[in-house]
């Protein structure tokens, strides 16, 4: 296809958008096609799990049950749950967040992690779920890894990646220019008409989500594969060598979470487990009482333990009872509330506390940032949430109208903004991209191809130049 036909296409822009606005326009257009599936996906996934985390319970409807004077103790609730699944081995103790909702117990039934709700006061078991398969679990896996494992984690993780160019260009296409004022940019233009209305629409909507849309990336990102598990959360965890007296594990704190489910702080994940079997750590359960359910309960509510937090049970004869509170699990609204403390199952001493004041400030932020990703910070943050992921899903399919307006009819092609006849500026437009990109190594990596793709390939070979453009 020649120039002249590619350009009566698509339209130069006006006089006060030059050569970079092509770029950028161009990029956009690239990149939006790899990402709006990924992006929409995301969106949607999100919806049906803040719908828990916000407004529910993430193991289905909240049950009320019905306060009494007194509420049995924990090994009593234990004991139903064996009762009732005689073959499981218990792994977590869940308090009630309030006096009208039931406890909960895991138990590990036959491969798999099986939820428990038993009334407190009674001791009646009143409902099991299988935690792995749960609508919000299907959506946290999806939401993470299409349910594809490692490759499904690297495809989102480019996404995401490319994300950050979508909005950077975004950005430079619709910062006002000669007359434009920022008006035209933060308000929609409802008597425009066509495709111009949805042109409108698209940037205004972007231009307000623009910077939570970076921000929910990048901390997604810190859950991702590699820019996440490989570059930043190792050197932004917790560091165990505050435990240097306490002998550790090679189990991490991410054992202590459901497989395949992100309950767990971030900052924490990676961090070693204490170990027990030593005479380390300092007084915890005083000396005499048997170190069980009941009196680990009983300590952790002695040292500010209240309302639902966590008391992980020792699955071998090293394990610890690990008792903990934090946003990332439901405990709390708050993630500046964070707290682990772990116990050693024979002496009852402490080994090992970690807290939000202990994190680095990069596990900070990402406690707090994940709180709000995941709409865990009360209702406010839930409602804000669901108009975000819709703001998501409306710039996804605005794109593809936008798009689809724009193209001739019957093109039989993607007609693709067309690339800047300028080599110097197209060439320093991409460097700009790749050093953005590369700050994500997937994506930059997939960035780098696509540019020699582009560059090398499609504008030489006349066949694919007119069905790609």
């Not at 008006?183 to 042109?199: E, H, I, N, S, T």
């Amino acid at each position: 296809m020649n120039t002249g036909t590619v350009s009566s296409a698509v339209p130069a822009p006006g006089p006060t958008l030059g050569t970079f606005h092509l770029l950028a326009w161009r990029w956009h257009f690239y990149a939006g096609l790899y990402v709006v599936p990924f992006l929409t996906m995301l969106a949607i996934t999100g919806l049906v799990m803040v719908s828990f985390t916000g407004f529910q319970n993430r193991l289905g409807m909240s049950i009320p049950v019905q306060p009494q004077a007194t509420v049995a103790p924990v090994s009593q609730l234990a004991q139903a749950v064996l009762a009732k699944l005689p073959d499981a081995q218990l792994k977590e103790y869940v308090a009630p967040k309030s006096g009208t909702l039931p406890a909960w117990f895991v138990a590990k039934v036959g491969g798999r992690d099986e939820a428990v709700a038993v009334n407190p006061y009674t001791a009646e078991v009143i409902r099991s779920v299988d935690k792995e398969n749960t609508v919000f679990a299907w959506a946290e896996k999806i939401h993470g890894t299409l349910l594809i494992g490692d490759v499904g984690d690297r495809l989102i993780e480019i996404a995401a990646g490319l994300g950050v160019v979508l909005i950077i260009t975004g950005v430079y296409m619709a910062w006002p220019r000669g007359s434009q004022g920022w008006a035209q940019v933060l308000v929609p233009d409802f008597a425009a008409k066509g495709r111009q209305w949805w042109k409108s629409l698209h940037v205004s909507v972007a231009f307000w989500m623009g910077l939570v849309l970076t921000f929910f990336l990048v901390t997604g990102l810190a859950w991702a594969g590699i820019w996440g598990g490989k570059f930043v959360q190792p050197w932004g965890s917790f560091p165990a060598a505050k435990w240097d007296d306490v002998p550790k594990s090679d189990v991490t704190h991410g054992a202590l979470a459901t497989p395949g489910l992100k309950e767990v702080p971030w900052g924490l994940e990676q961090t070693p487990m204490p170990v027990s079997g030593s005479s380390v750590g300092k007084p915890g359960i005083p000396a005499g009482q048997p170190v069980n359910l009941d009196t680990v309960d009983a300590f952790a509510r002695s040292v500010g333990f209240g309302g639902q937090f966590h008391i992980a049970i020792p699955q071998d004869e090293k394990g610890v009872w690990s008792v903990s509170a934090d946003s990332m699990s439901g405990d709390l609204s708050n993630p500046t509330g964070d707290r682990f403390l772990h116990i050693d199952r024979y002496t009852g001493h402490v080994l090992a506390e970690a807290a939000f004041a202990d994190y680095s400030p990069m596990a900070k932020f990402m406690a707090v940032g994940i709180a709000l990703h995941q709409g865990d910070m009360g209702l406010v943050s839930a409602w804000v949430n669901v108009v975000f992921c819709l703001a998501v899903v409306f710039l996804c399919v605005s794109g593809i109208v936008m798009w689809w307006k724009r193209r001739p009819a019957n093109a039989g092609r993607l007609v693709a903004p067309r690339a800047p006849a300028e080599a110097a500026l197209w060439k320093t437009g991409a460097v700009v991209m790749l050093v953005v990109a590369l700050a994500f190594p997937l994506s930059g990596a997939v960035l780098v191809a696509v540019l020699l793709l582009d560059g090398l390939l499609l504008s030489r070979v006349p066949a694919l130049k007119q069905r790609l453009n």
